[in-house]
């Protein structure tokens, strides 16, 4: 199974609403992603989690907020959020992943089918 | 930090024809370069990926050749369908090989019929 599954697949939210996307995977990896794509350009990394520890926050505004409750699921909170963050959020995970100070190898990245967000 | 440029950004191509999609990148320490297809409103998809200790790698009508002194690497479609129509990343391992994929601005490949 090299499945990542993301829900909703579609959302509309006004500024002052608070939502959450969810990601999950079951191919055991240990690390996963949050990406934003824009029409037209490639995927802008946001959020990287590495054996359930946030490792990487590409300095993304504070209402997102990333939660990794456990190695199968990923979360991403949105709240007060303005109209470019309309977009589409792409979730994905990868097999290894740094722990702590050691350096893994980067692997290859499977994406989710994404949650199209409009902000109104 | 690692920079990957990608050309062209739009190519059309005659059914049937090759396709060819250059991308360098700038850090000599990048290991690992995918190259992702993305359809209109679906998912990126691996469609191949190659590793710095080899210098090309083949799948059916789909190559990726890497050369490392030059720091640049292609995809080639060759006997390109219409279903090959689409957007193409190119990707390369980011510095402090962390669990960071640095992506080219894509490719809008069109095939013609």
């Known amino acids: 199974d090299t499945e990542v599954t993301q829900t909703p697949k579609h959302l509309v939210m006004g500024m002052t609403n608070k939502k959450s996307l969810k990601c999950e995977q079951h191919m055991g990896h240990r690390a996963m992603y949050w990406y934003k794509q824009k029409a037209k350009k490639p995927p802008e990394l946001m959020f990287v989690?590495?054996?359930?520890?946030?490792?990487i926050n590409e300095s993304v505004p504070s209402r997102f907020s990333p939660e990794c409750p456990n190695s199968s699921l990923l979360n991403l909170h949105l709240h007060a959020l303005q109209p470019e963050d309309s977009a589409l959020y792409l979730c994905?995970?990868?097999?290894?992943?740094?722990?702590?100070?050691?350096?893994?190898?980067?692997?290859?990245?499977?994406f989710g089918p994404g949650t199209r967000l409009t902000v109104l | 930090g690692e920079n990957v440029e990608q050309h062209p950004s739009t190519l059309s191509v005659q059914e049937g024809d090759s396709a060819v999609i250059k991308c360098t990148y700038s850090?000599?320490?990048?290991?690992?370069f995918p190259w992702y297809k993305q359809e209109l409103g679906k998912r990126p998809q691996l469609i191949i990926d190659?590793?710095?200790?080899?210098g090309e790698k083949k799948d059916q009508r789909i190559a990726v050749t890497l050369n490392k002194t030059a720091k640049h690497f292609s995809l080639h479609i060759t006997e390109t369908q219409p279903e090959d129509s689409a957007v193409y990343f190119c990707a390369a391992t980011g510095s402090n090989r962390d669990d960071k994929i640095i992506f080219g601005k894509g490719t809008r490949l069109h095939i013609l019929p």
């Open positions: 190659i590793r710095s200790n080899v």
């Open positions: 994905a995970s990868s097999q290894l992943g740094t722990r702590n100070s050691q350096r893994g190898n980067t692997d290859t990245q499977y």
């Open positions: 989690y590495s054996y359930e520890k946030l490792s």
């Open positions: 850090d000599s320490a990048s290991n690992y």
